[in-house]
């Protein structure tokens, strides 16, 4: 069997996947994308496929039963596109990294430990009670929203509970058992839950139901000092929006991770931005890191080589998204 | 009656004092030095005294009661100093404040959110999986070792379980039924509970028995990518021995927060220290801010104004450490 590992976000689990494969598999590494001549060549002739992008401009794959994804988020996977009988899979294992991103998201956000760090390195003390520096905030006491209690939520807001936070759970659909959480609010009532919120972490999945959500309206509803977190995908809030509140200092910040567009070489010149978020000082940003963390790699790729091995062996798949009907 | 707020330190807390109050105080400001005219003339007359410091060159105090601590650390103050009669009390209230800056430490220390926003305002996104970028490290399945497991103690403790780390506690007293530790050790055992963890965070007070107790042989025990955080007090680490295992990569890093020598004005050349911790990269510094939070300054307001009307009134005061026998 033969399973293309397509575009470097993917190549890294060679090691991993040869190791912890049971069944016999052929892997290759080729580009990312649809039209590479690598991808052509292997499509025709792949049993299974691991990438993060399939679309309508994907060249003929008449052996391919398995697209697996190697993360959460298939929103870059056209499931029309999909040839027929291939099984689209996805895998999370990401809820760790995520939640430990966020959690220090909001810890940097009350401490500024790296303001604290440079300022040491001047010799500057004036933080310090001694020299009646201005307090810190606490996470204890304060309130977050956690949008989408899903895998994510679910693991910020055991976190966020232990810092005895209150914590405000926004999903789809509410549940009233939701563990570690004092109250859940619909995906209506969104601009409601917000309002209370010192913080604001969006967890939830990209669908047709999320994108745009967080809006001049749901912005508009926070509080001038609260911060949003976004840990989710990009295009959950509108850009323009977020960019007009933050510049206009209608909320108190936001860390970003997850973007609206991501360049295809790792360096891009920001002034590129069609929003200079590069240019506030009221924000954090960084390069869709959150869930990347070895734990994550690990525990992915045990469950993509076991994904690979039930297709070897004719088992049911896991994490089955949808099967292809293209012909 | 008449309680002086001594020295910079302790003036913040004065408006909050004189809301929370039930009883009738006058609250007089001096400096913080035994030697200050106005701590000379106030020691004179005052019934109550709140500060960090109070030594044998201290001025007559015939009338003082109440010697307050505006915090839980009170090395600063020389017991036998203390004039007969003299209760000496401290307050808490800064375990949130202190766990919270732990865990930040720790999740720093794995995620390097400060690096990775100078990277993407530089437009630098090779972190990303995208790009094959490294995935970061993960608190969840990592050990922590914490000393003292008291009030700081138990709050980290409480946080790391949370974050689905293992947690080691090292303690003079060692209770078998320490809650969200996995294991616990006594003090001689140090260097056995430091060989396993990833993280070192000392939480306990400066005694004869803790200054020096991270020394160059429990350095020395722990792994070579592991990481010390000190919120406890400088001098409970030995200075030369921790700067000789950062400068000689021995240790993965330290996270310091607590000194062992404080300057008396807010701007010091970091040339005077005679370790100089500033030029290291495998440290994050800070100038003993952990506990500085909002939250703690409200609490301790609240435990202090308490004790002050307990006086007042006559009334057992709370966290009495000693009552001074000096004539």
Redesign the interface.
């Known amino acids: 069997m033969r399973a293309l590992l397509m575009?470097?976000?993917v190549?890294?689990f060679r090691a991993g996947l040869e190791k912890m494969l049971s069944t016999k598999w052929e892997l290759v590494e080729t580009g990312g994308a649809m039209d590479d001549a690598d991808v052509v060549r292997g499509l025709a002739e792949a049993d299974a496929a691991i990438g993060?992008a399939f679309t309508k401009a994907a060249p003929p794959a008449p052996r391919l039963r398995l697209l697996q994804v190697p993360g959460a988020g298939y929103d870059g996977i056209q499931i029309p596109a999909l040839p027929a009988g291939t099984s689209l899979c996805n895998c999370f294992e990401h809820e760790?990294?995520c939640s430990?991103?966020a959690?220090?998201?909001m810890?940097?956000w009350?401490?500024r430990?790296?303001a604290?760090?440079a300022?040491?390195?001047?010799?500057?003390?004036?933080?310090?009670?001694?020299?009646?520096?201005a307090?810190?905030?606490?996470?204890?006491?304060s309130t977050v929203a956690i949008v989408g209690m899903g895998r994510i939520g679910k693991a910020v807001a055991?976190?966020a509970?232990?810092?005895?936070m209150r914590v405000l759970g926004v999903n789809r659909t509410v549940r009233a058992d939701e563990p570690n959480v004092d109250a859940m609010y619909g995906l209506d009532r969104l601009a409601e839950a917000v309002r209370g919120a010192d913080f604001v972490v969006l967890g939830c999945a990209l669908t047709d139901e999320t994108r745009g959500l967080v809006d001049a309206r749901v912005l508009g509803a926070m509080q001038p000092h609260a911060v949003i977190v976004n840990v989710a995908r990009g295009p959950v809030i509108d850009e323009a929006a977020l960019h007009a509140a933050l510049a206009g200092r209608r909320i108190g910040g936001a860390v970003i991770d997850t973007w609206w567009r991501?360049?295809t070489?790792?360096?891009?010149?920001?002034a590129e931005w069609p929003h200079r978020f590069?240019l506030l000082d009221n924000v954090?940003?960084?390069?869709?890191?959150a869930g990347?963390?070895?734990?994550?790699?690990q525990r992915r790729t045990r469950a993509m080589a076991a994904n690979l091995d039930r297709l070897a062996r004719g088992e049911p798949l896991d994490n089955l998204i949808a099967i292809g009907g293209r012909t």
């Not at 990347?292 to 790699?297: A, K």
């Open positions: 575009g470097p976000a190549h890294p993060i760790p990294g430990e991103y959690m220090l998201a810890l940097e009350s401490i430990l790296a604290a760090d300022d040491m390195r001047r010799g500057d003390w004036s933080r310090s009670s001694r020299f009646g520096g307090p810190d905030g606490e996470l204890a006491g055991k976190r509970k232990a810092f005895d991501y360049p070489v790792p360096r891009q010149a920001t590069d954090i940003l960084s390069a869709h890191i990347w963390t070895t734990g994550t790699v």
